[in-house]
């Protein structure tokens, strides 16, 4: 288990960190399950950053990337 929030709703998928939560689209907004749970796991990949590798920990090559 994850402990983020994810709500759904809107156009566009984020992280919003200050709340601690992912927002995605409804997930008939997707062309497919597979793309939803693709953008639902690259979001939560964002805080990942936040959570395991804060406050510039990661390498410049790394952080450049996120």
């Known amino acids: 288990a994850i402990?983020?929030?994810?709500?759904?709703?809107?156009?566009?998928?984020?992280?919003t960190p200050s709340t601690d939560t992912v927002t995605l689209?409804?997930?008939q907004a997707f062309h497919s399950m597979e793309a939803y749970f693709s953008t639902r796991c690259h979001e939560l990949?964002?805080?990942?950053v936040t959570r395991i590798m804060p406050h510039g920990i990661v390498g410049s090559r790394v952080s450049a990337i996120w």
């Open 45 to 48: 990949g964002h805080n990942a």
């Open 3 to 15: 402990p983020i929030r994810v709500v759904h709703g809107g156009d566009s998928a984020h992280y």
């Open 25 to 27: 689209p409804p997930p």
